[in-house]
């Protein structure tokens, strides 16, 4: 089975705060993906990775950075934390895309 | 921009009723997945439909897609308790990398 591993299931952090959300997976997929995930919106991309060092923006990635330094960790930067982006954060991966996504337990992160 | 619309967002049914979820996406797509969230929890893949005119099936669930009309539909067959739970459905785009984009998600909630 995939295991998608991110670091905090509950996270609280002040606003201009920079955070740091982790995210490792043991399958050796080459594709991971952030999304958040708000009451009646969904889940929403944030960024993604098809490669280590390689990165895209996905809809809505204002506020964040990603980075992927090696295989099998990716990780979301938020600069300088604001409430709004107040959020559920999941973490997904893939092998051969378009394979199904496997995702994380996700992350909440209230910022206040 | 490829976008995904679900409809119903909230759906409250019987026990032993029928009803059926419906995602719309806006442009051509390579597949049509659909995944359910229970509460708390993380997103678990149920179903990949590959091509117009496919058909799953699983248990109490029935999905199909018309890639013409662009649509999926995910039939409930006869309603029961342990079915509650929010439905999602995602498709995926290739423009030299994949992007999989999510609908709204259905909360669904079938009373006893």
């Known amino acids: 089975d995939v295991k998608v591993t991110q670091s905090s299931r509950y996270l609280v952090k002040r606003t201009g705060e920079k955070v740091f959300l982790e995210c490792v997976q043991d399958m050796d997929h080459e594709n991971m993906f952030w999304y958040r995930q708000d009451p009646g919106l969904g889940l929403r991309l944030i960024y993604f990775?098809?490669?280590?060092?390689?990165?895209e923006k996905g809809d809505i990635p204002e506020g964040y950075s990603v980075s992927r330094e090696k295989k099998e960790r990716f990780s979301l930067i938020l600069e300088s934390a604001s409430t709004n982006q107040t959020s559920m954060y999941l973490c997904?991966?893939?092998?051969?895309?378009?394979?199904?996504?496997?995702f994380g337990n996700g992350t909440r992160l209230t910022v206040t | 921009e490829l976008k995904v619309e679900q409809n119903p967002l909230f759906l409250s049914m019987q026990e032993g009723k029928n009803y059926t979820i419906y995602c719309n996406y806006s442009t051509t797509s390579d597949r049509l997945y659909w995944y359910r969230q229970d509460p708390g929890k993380s997103l678990e893949s149920l179903f990949v439909?590959?091509?117009?005119?496919a058909v799953k099936q699983e248990g109490r669930l029935m999905a199909s897609l018309d890639t013409k009309a662009r649509l999926s539909t995910l039939h409930i067959t006869a309603a029961v308790h342990d079915l509650s739970a929010t439905y999602f459905c995602?498709?995926?785009?290739?423009?030299?990398?994949?992007?999989?984009?999510f609908g709204t998600g259905t909360r669904l909630k079938v009373l006893a």
């Open positions: 995602a498709v995926s785009r290739t423009s030299g990398t994949y992007k999989y984009i």
């Open positions: 439909l590959l091509s117009n005119g």
């Open positions: 997904a991966t893939t092998g051969t895309a378009p394979s199904p996504l496997h």
């Open positions: 990775s098809y490669d280590v060092k390689m990165k």
